[in-house]
């Protein structure tokens, strides 16, 4: 089993992990299990994966990372555990679009986004 079939479940994504599965390896959409996690908000698996070593600033086959995922997704959680995880900001995705462009409207993500793009 891939470890991206298993972000839902952080039971699962620690057993995987602990037995050497592939933090990196992509779905046909170039999609890892951090980024996954992070489009559908499972926090706890973020986590756990930022804390085994996944790489953050992975891109998709469209350009999104973790943090452009976790955005679009209103995800706030996500979104300051990738910030806190010291994820690039500033990516864009193949539409020339970071993640804070992406989601500008809706408050409760822009805000710590506006936050780190401050520095830029």
């Known amino acids: ?11 699962v994504v620690n057993l995987l992990v602990s037995r050497g599965a592939d933090l990196e390896v992509e779905d046909a959409h170039g999609q890892t299990a951090l980024t996954l996690a992070a489009r559908q908000g499972h926090t706890k698996v973020v986590n756990c994966l ?15 990372t973790a943090l452009r995922s976790a955005a679009w997704g209103g995800h706030t959680e996500v979104v300051s555990a990738l910030l806190y995880a010291g994820v690039k900001v500033d990516c864009a995705d193949a539409d020339s679009r970071t993640a804070l462009e992406s989601i500008m409207g809706r408050q409760k993500v822009s805000k710590p986004l506006a936050v780190e793009y401050r520095d830029y």
């Open 1 to 11: 089993m891939e470890l991206y079939h298993a972000v839902g479940n952080l039971d």
């Open 50 to 64: 930022i804390g085994r070593g996944a790489n953050v600033n992975h891109t998709d086959h469209d350009g999104w």
